[in-house]
């Protein structure tokens, strides 16, 4: 089993940057590709980012791309949201996801562990 805990969300203004960490625990010799899913209220939950394991792959949603970066530390067990230029449209609970297998995973039905999720609320 893994664990993950997200971390790092909060009140923030238009335009401020945020860092989201999610730490991964357990049986992480098993997690090869990691990502991120944000759900607003009332909306269906969607694909932020995704890694692979040694960090050379990465993809991004077209509404985040130039404006979040993600990035790992395996020696921490730890994956990364850097957000810059944040507009009150990224306003929902951010959630971290682990996977199994290699894919791509930029859909949420490839992903194994979830963490509890993380509120980033952006005001204008």
């Known amino acids: 089993q893994v664990q993950l805990v997200e971390s790092g969300g909060g009140l923030v203004q238009a335009g401020d940057s945020l860092r989201l960490s999610c730490a991964a625990s357990g049986r992480t010799f098993s997690v090869y590709t990691m990502g991120w899913f944000r759900q607003a209220p009332g909306k269906e939950r969607e694909f932020v980012a995704s890694i692979s394991w040694s960090g050379a792959r990465t993809y991004y949603a077209d509404s985040v791309k130039g404006r979040f970066t993600i990035s790992r530390d395996n020696a921490k067990n730890t994956v990364y949201l850097q957000i810059s230029s944040l507009k009150p449209e990224d306003t929902a609970g951010y959630y971290c996801?682990?996977?199994?297998?290699?894919?791509?995973?930029?859909?949420?039905?490839?992903?194994?562990?979830w963490g509890q999720g993380t509120q980033v609320t952006v005001s204008s």
């Open positions: 996801a682990a996977a199994q297998t290699r894919g791509s995973g930029t859909n949420f039905y490839e992903y194994d562990y």
